[in-house]
């Protein structure tokens, strides 16, 4: 990692997933999402968390016909 590289807080994460600060410190605490310890404070790479975003997309299927609640038999 170099040093010129923006880590992002905690806040900043949150706001920029738009989810509250509670649900990251879950995920750092499950090691569900890639994390920096430094000392007390937990930091992110923008680029770690947007291939980790990209890694969990749940992609729309093109079969129309499996919409569970669709009324349609």
């Not at 738009?18 to 310890?37: A, L, Q, T």
Request: hydrophobic content about 40%; cysteine-free.
């Amino acid at each position: 990692m170099q040093a010129n590289e923006n880590l992002l807080s905690v806040p900043d994460l949150a706001k920029y997933m738009g989810v509250p600060v509670s649900r990251i410190y879950n995920m750092v605490f499950y090691r569900k999402i890639p994390f920096y310890k430094i000392g007390r404070t937990v930091r992110f790479k923008m680029q770690e968390i947007q291939r980790y975003l990209a890694g969990v997309e749940i992609l729309p299927t093109s079969d129309n016909n499996n919409f569970v609640g669709s009324g349609e038999r």
